[in-house]
């Protein structure tokens, strides 16, 4: 192998620099040329590839997104697509190909190897933790704890005006962020799409703080209800509730990295090129129990990631 190339792909997140970073220096110490793709699966078709180096990737560890930028890009998902893509791969000489993202980018690139044997390895970079086959993903950490400042200057209002807060967090169909911030934050209950809401137990802990009383609500954007929006619509209609409803969105996934997803993201690129070396490919680099683990990149989706259950009985028990 001499050259390699580096993307990032889907939702940005914290952390992304850190990874690009350590595949630049990583393939370097290797003998490699590093190519940087630009704009993710839809610069890949377009051919936009530069050389990575030093200067390149100096002084991006503590800047938010991914400074080789991201995109969605439906054209791939057609096998014409994914022709293209390879064309573009096998005109720039790249011998082997490292995806940070989600599993839609994982989707991609187990169909680059699939299709036509181009040697992948894929990254974790996604903020809702959702991906199995490692402990975390890069960019979570930042999230959850973006989440828990705002959550925590919610509060003050909460408390000054008596008020009852949903607070929506991100996550897709995966309760990790929720929960973790719902327990780090005192919240009265936590809503995750794991669970189903059950709305009469929220208005006797919403009764339980008084009509009068400050009561956080968190809710996973993947709820079976339908969101913090909607959950607030019931309680005002069932129960004559009003309540504040405060969606965080996107401000979860811009920031500073923190030094865990910077050191996590750093550890994964650095793995990733070691396993292109050493001739893994279409499998996940992870972290699992503080180790470097190896999972088809198949099995990050088929196989479910559960929210721990001792989070769903902490956050019960310490209402």
């Known amino acids: 192998m001499k050259r390699l190339a580096v993307f990032t792909s889907g939702g940005d997140a914290p952390g992304m620099n850190a990874h690009i970073r350590a595949v630049e220096r990583t393939g370097h110490k290797r003998g490699l040329e590093v190519i940087g793709i630009i704009g993710g699966y839809a610069g890949m078709l377009a051919g936009q590839f530069e050389v990575l180096d030093r200067i390149r990737t100096a002084n991006i560890l503590d800047r938010g997104g991914t400074v080789l930028k991201t995109s969605r890009c ?26 940070c993202g989600g599993d839609g980018t994982f989707h991609g690139a187990h169909f680059l190897h699939e299709e036509h044997g181009i040697r992948i390895v894929g990254t974790p970079g996604t903020i809702d933790n959702d991906l199995s086959g490692t402990d975390f993903t890069i960019g979570y950490d930042s999230a959850i704890n973006t989440a828990r400042e705002a959550i925590d200057k919610i509060r003050d209002t909460a408390d ?19 929960m973790d911030v719902g327990v780090a934050c005192g919240a009265e209950y936590v809503a995750v799409p794991e669970t189903m809401t059950d709305v009469d137990l929220l208005y006797q802990r919403i009764l339980a703080q008084g009509r009068d009383a400050r009561t956080i609500v968190i809710v996973g954007e993947g709820d079976e209800l339908g969101g913090a929006m909607e959950l607030g619509r019931l309680m005002k209609e069932r129960y004559g509730l009003d309540s504040k409803v405060s969606i965080l969105g996107h401000m979860q996934r811009g920031g500073s990295p923190t030094v865990r997803d910077r050191v996590l993201a750093a550890r994964l ?23 470097i683990t190896y999972v088809p990149l198949e099995q990050t989706w088929t196989s479910r990631k559960a929210v721990p259950p001792y989070l769903l009985e902490l956050s019960n028990i310490l209402v």
């Not at 000054?160 to 929720?178: D, N, Q």
């Not at 793995?271 to 972290?287: F, H, P, Q, R, Y």
């Open 74 to 99: 439906p054209e791939f998902h057609e096998r014409e697509g994914r022709d293209k893509a390879v064309a573009q791969l096998r005109a720039h000489g790249i011998d082997g190909v490292i995806a």
């Open 160 to 178: 000054s005006h008596g008020r009852l807060f949903f607070v929506e967090v991100m996550g897709r169909h995966a309760g990790f962020i929720a």
């Open 269 to 291: 690129g650095a793995a990733a090129v070691d396993a292109l070396l050493s001739g893994k490919t279409d499998v996940m680099v992870g972290e699992q129990h503080g180790e």
